[in-house]
């Protein structure tokens, strides 16, 4: 099925250490989205690629990176975990100027 | 402040009740109004897209805008159990890309 693929689904992580959380989408759109949802905050944008070869800062983009690969791809970086990066992160598309975004399942990671 | 207030809820309701959730803003430039719905450990999928002010309806599925109280509604009528899901309200200005603000997200619990 068409659609955002974030992987992994889950991962728990020690203060200090690094991951990338992977995103792809199949529907040919030109912008991605990262976001981060914690209880009662709602979805807060870390970072966004308005299309391929671009990025820009969100709201929270302090402690991550991203890589815009190809028009598909788009990666989270987590350079050195923190417990305040415990959160799920949701991978975002749509094609440029639409505002209808489609959501991946996100990725639920717990900083020890 | 935040931006764009939505009540957390829970939010209980028998079935085949009229809902109505609601969120406010006090950004006068958002144009843009949308409905997302989340089911547990899924990402957000769009309900209902509106522009500017007024009522669009879809199904059992009605939003109203109403831009000079800075307030927007989702009501579904005759609700399911299948409807027991949060509720978030996202917009957008005119001229800021197409970047959402999000609300934080109504729990609502239809219950048999």
């Known amino acids: 099925n068409a659609g955002v693929t974030q992987t992994p689904k889950f991962q728990v992580l020690k203060t200090g250490q690094s991951m990338t959380l992977q995103c792809a989408q199949d529907?040919?759109?030109?912008?991605m989205y990262w976001y981060r949802q914690d209880p009662g905050m709602g979805l807060r944008l870390i970072y966004y690629?308005?299309?391929?070869?671009?990025?820009d800062k969100g709201e929270v983009p302090n402690g991550y990176n991203v890589s815009r690969l190809n028009k598909r791809e788009f990666s989270l970086r987590l350079e050195s975990a923190a417990p305040s990066q415990t959160s799920v992160y949701f991978c975002?598309?749509?094609?440029?100027?639409?505002?209808?975004?489609?959501f991946g399942s996100g990725t639920r990671l717990t900083v020890v | 402040q935040k931006e764009v207030e939505q009540d957390p809820g829970p939010l209980s309701v028998p079935e085949g009740a009229i809902v109505s959730l609601n969120c406010t803003y006090s950004n006068s430039a958002f144009q843009y109004f949308m409905w997302y719905r989340q089911y547990s450990r899924k990402g957000p999928e769009l309900l209902m897209y509106t522009y500017s002010s007024g009522n669009k309806e879809d199904g059992r599925f009605t939003a109203q805008v109403d831009k000079s109280s800075k307030y927007i509604s989702l009501f579904i009528r005759d609700s399911q159990p299948s409807d027991s899901a949060t509720y978030l309200c996202?917009?957008?200005?005119?001229?800021?890309?197409?970047?959402?603000?999000f609300g934080g997200g109504t729990r609502l619990m239809v219950k048999p």
């Open positions: 996202a917009m957008s200005g005119q001229s800021a890309g197409n970047m959402l603000t």
């Open positions: 529907m040919n759109h030109n912008s």
């Open positions: 975002a598309s749509s094609e440029g100027g639409r505002r209808n975004y489609t």
């Open positions: 690629s308005a299309s391929e070869g671009t990025t």
